[in-house]
């Protein structure tokens, strides 16, 4: 399955499509998407579709990790102990580039030393298991945006760090947090810069994970595609790596 410069800049990887494959194909707009649709909201006469700027890429694996039916909430640390990450995840329409309101974006990661929630063990580390960390996801508003508090991912063996991602249309929510039915639109992963990346590894808990960490470059199934295959602008929070890392990202799904 399948980088070193001022904390305060935005590090963006954005290269190049891949091939599409996989179900469906999706659409990931760079930020030169956002930059094209003001100019197309300052000029009425122009198609808001016309004046984007997308890039088609193939979905990425749902890998062995998922489990069904996890809360939704905005933020899914639970006491987790790891560097602190504020995503933005904007989802859009592929076909018109229009904002997609009440999309359930829902994400799920390993924790600082490479463990899953409900498979905890599998990175050879013990801990307690909830079976609920580092899962969840929120509706998107109007605007097509979810923002959703976590930690920083560790790495476990194989893999280098990643968020997984779905994108659900039509959802019922639950009386107990969770939700039930829709149509799964995408399915994802997010990546992160290796500058970042190089520098979070040195901090604790990080630093104490026994695994052999592996790279963008050495990872199956990420492909060098940039902001087009889920890789993160991340931005610093603070003056020091430990003050954490806003993540941002638009994704375009196919709705029809």
Excluded at 18 to 38: H, K, S
Excluded at 124 to 131: R, V
Excluded at 180 to 188: A, R
């Amino acid at each position: 399955m399948t980088d070193s410069s001022s904390e305060d800049t935005a590090l963006d990887g954005t290269a190049a499509a891949g091939t599409p494959i996989g179900r469906r194909t999706v659409l990931i707009a760079t930020g030169a998407t956002a930059a094209a649709l003001a100019v197309g909201a300052a000029a009425p006469a122009t198609p808001v579709a016309a004046a984007a700027v997308c890039t088609l890429t193939k979905e990425m694996t749902e890998g062995p990790y998922y489990l069904d039916g996890q809360l939704v909430r905005s933020d899914i640390t639970e006491g987790k102990a790891g560097i602190p990450l504020k995503l933005t995840l904007t989802v859009v329409d592929d076909d018109t580039c229009a904002p997609l309101d009440n999309a359930l974006v829902e994400i799920w990661h390993c924790d600082a030393l490479g463990e899953y929630s409900g498979f905890v063990g599998g990175n050879g580390h013990s801990e307690p298991d909830d079976g609920t960390f580092l899962r969840g996801g929120v509706l998107t508003g109007t605007d097509g945006v979810a923002k959703i508090t976590t930690i920083y991912p560790g790495w476990y063996r194989g893999r280098c760090i990643h968020i997984h991602l779905k994108v659900h249309t039509g959802v019922t929510l639950t009386s107990d947090g969770s939700f039930t039915g829709g149509q799964e639109l995408h399915t994802g992963q997010l990546f992160f810069s290796e500058t970042v990346t190089t520098a979070v590894a040195r901090i604790s808990p990080y630093s104490t994970n026994t695994v052999t960490r592996t790279t963008l470059a050495q990872d199956s199934i990420y492909d060098d595609g940039g902001a087009a295959s889920g890789l993160l602008t991340l931005t610093a929070l603070g003056s020091s790596t430990s003050s954490g890392y806003a993540g941002a990202l638009t994704v375009g799904v196919e709705t029809s």
